[in-house]
């Protein structure tokens, strides 16, 4: 299928690993033109060699911490200036914080709300005028399970669950106020992907230990139970990219303000 991206200008936030790394792969593979940014140069770099040995195509980088208004703007001017428009924008960049709610500081508190919910407000707010200047575009805020449900333990999700939740709201009320100037906003919520770097990270903040073998397989049957498929509980970053790629392609003129939940059909009762 012919996604209609070619030659269009996209941005792609947290895009050096996991789901933001395969959505610029796809993008990149169905022609458009590529910005990925992240926290670390070297291991941008490592990204963009990667996809253009897939795609033969590399993809342009830079270097943002999303979480500051100023490293925001530096971003947006990069990625005009590198691709002389944004027609996509993919706001993946975020994390998760999984603990008890009388345990959560401050200081997880507000760091979970300025990588979620206020880079996406804000990277939104810098971008929409560029997107209304050109005559429209395409956004896709990444969300997440905790945005929609309450998930069990070990997933305590007190403290991510509200900004996910705001990210979908905030989806929901761009796609009505600048539909009519040919901009389309949808999230996408990922259940459990399974990636490296997001397991390394559930195995020190949940597991308190390294898991290997039979122990790291039992696990994660335990943290994917619930799947209705059980020989799918995990997503992988390559299916994301792919619907997060059609969310924001020409393919999908009609959709817009939509939740696509990619959750294995994960039991919510």
């Not at 333990?153 to 761009?174: H, Q």
């Not at 990636?195 to 039992?218: I, N, Q, S, V, Y």
């Amino acid at each position: 299928m012919d996604l209609g991206l070619t030659g269009k200008k996209a941005l792609v936030t947290g895009g050096s690993r996991g789901i933001g790394l395969e959505t610029a792969r796809a993008l990149a593979a169905e022609g458009a033109e590529v910005m990925i940014c992240a926290r670390r140069a070297e291991v941008l770099a490592e990204a963009a060699a990667d996809i253009e040995k897939t795609t033969g195509v590399r993809p342009h980088t830079a270097v943002a911490d999303v979480t500051g208004p100023a490293s925001l703007d530096a971003l947006v001017a990069a990625a005009m200036d590198a691709l002389g428009g944004i027609d996509v924008l993919v706001n993946n960049a975020g994390t998760g914080t999984y603990k008890p709610f009388l345990e959560v500081t401050d200081e997880e508190l507000e760091h979970g709300m300025a990588i979620n919910f206020f880079a996406q407000f804000r990277l939104c707010q810098r971008v929409v005028p560029h997107m209304i200047a050109a005559g429209g575009g395409s956004i896709v805020n990444v969300s997440g399970e905790t945005g929609i449900r309450v998930t069990a333990p070990p997933f305590r999700s007190s403290c991510t669950g509200p900004a996910k939740s705001a990210e979908i709201r905030l989806s929901k009320i761009l796609a009505s106020e600048f539909g009519a100037q040919g901009i389309r906003v949808n999230c996408v919520v990922p259940g459990l992907v399974l990636t490296p770097e997001r397991f390394a990270k559930w195995e020190r903040e949940l597991a308190k230990r390294p898991l290997e073998g039979a122990d790291a397989e039992e696990t994660r049957r335990e943290w994917g139970a619930g799947i209705a498929n059980p020989d799918k509980a995990w997503g992988t970053p390559e299916e994301l990219g792919r619907l997060i790629a059609f969310a924001a392609s020409q393919a999908s003129p009609y959709v817009n303000g939509a939740v696509l939940v990619a959750d294995g059909a994960e039991d919510k009762s």
